[in-house]
């Protein structure tokens, strides 16, 4: 009887203490990872927060937090084929009165493409024309592939909000994440180089001139449907907004072609069910005729730098020709 008392006062201490030194501990912690993104910050080497998870995207998404202009009347938007093949300065060059913003986002898929449209259109009002840059693998299935993570809501309220990015860090926390990051993204973006670049330009272009080709990226894939239905809710929204949306064909590598569509099919067949799906709206489809060869190509469906400005033109000539059709076709009714 006589140590049940001592025993209990013990145990009440001891909770008691740890209770206060948890709370302490978690009082540290944000000062401390403050302190930490400080640091980083100074010497160039704080990753973007984790908004989709996945590093790329998360440095787009850093990058028009603080890059998006003020008047933007083309939007370029899909995944890296976007990215890193349209040249928004050949695009200026080519016709001065255009005002580009490249929001392509790396692994983006068709389904999030039409929400990334759907969001970016709402925010930028004076976008009156959509280039939507796809590869035929944007249109397929890949069951062992991840897909990408992105909440367009959140992602909103990072690029366009005005809450501090140290509550996005604090969001979603990852020591790990973060000091893996923290070892490669100063590279990534000062080396346009390298596979994983993001050297972004004033428009958001992240074009990238390695030495060498990638392989890896060649990857043999069926047609999703699913990818068809959610470009086909696009054109209709788009029309309905009175916003002209032009799904742009980025060339895929010759060398892919031969290994996997050496008879065309499975392009035609694409090229087919693009169509059909953009059918009885506005939307217009411009395939690839930039006749680019496997030189230009370093993976599947990316280009060299050198040759984004000559797939550029190529787009631009068949849009501006696409609009003057349109045009006379309107005045003939």
Same mark, same amino acid.
């Given at each position: ?26 009082? #540290? ?6 302190? !930490? @993104? &400080?640091? =980083?910050?100074?010497? %160039?080497?704080? +990753? ?75 925010? #930028? ?6 280039? !939507? @840059? &796809?590869? =035929?693998?944007?249109? %397929?299935?890949? +069951? ?190």
């Amino acid at each position: 009887m006589d140590g049940t008392p001592r025993l209990g006062t013990a145990t009440r201490t001891f909770w008691v203490r740890y209770l206060i030194a948890l709370v302490a501990g978690a009082l #540290l912690v944000i000062p401390a990872f403050a302190v !930490l @993104v &400080v640091v =980083l910050d100074a010497c %160039g080497a704080m +990753p973007a927060p984790l908004i989709a998870n996945d590093a790329c995207v998360d440095e787009k998404l850093a990058f028009m937090r603080k890059n998006i202009p003020p008047e933007v009347n083309l939007l370029v938007v899909g995944s890296s084929s976007a990215m890193r093949n349209f040249n928004s300065p050949e695009a200026v060059r080519f016709d001065p009165t255009l005002r580009p913003y490249n929001a392509g986002l790396c692994a983006l898929k068709l389904g999030q493409s039409e929400q990334v449209i759907e969001w970016l259109t709402r925010r #930028l009002h004076g976008v009156r024309r959509v280039l !939507l @840059v &796809v590869s =035929l693998e944007d249109f %397929g299935d890949f +069951p062992r592939v991840t897909p990408l993570s992105l909440n367009v809501t959140k992602a909103d309220r990072f690029v366009f909000g005005d809450t501090s990015r140290l509550s996005f860090y604090l969001q979603s926390f990852n020591a790990t994440t973060l000091l893996r990051n923290a070892t490669d993204v100063r590279w990534k973006r000062t080396d346009m180089t390298r596979f994983g670049s993001v050297v972004f330009n004033k428009f958001g272009d992240a074009p990238i001139q390695p030495p060498r080709d990638r392989r890896d990226w060649y990857l043999k894939f069926e047609l999703d449907n699913r990818a068809f239905m959610a470009l086909g809710r696009t054109a209709r929204a788009m029309d309905a907004r009175g916003v002209q949306l032009a799904v742009v064909e980025s060339p895929m590598d010759p060398r892919w072609q031969q290994e996997f569509d050496r008879s065309g099919a499975l392009t035609s067949l694409g090229r087919r069910k693009i169509r059909e799906a953009i059918s009885g709206t506005d939307a217009v489809f411009l395939e690839d005729r930039s006749g680019l060869s496997a030189a230009d190509f370093y993976d599947a469906v990316h280009i060299r730098a050198s040759s984004t400005p000559r797939f550029t033109r190529s787009v631009l000539s068949q849009l501006e020709s696409s609009s003057s059709e349109a045009v006379r076709s309107a005045r003939a009714r």
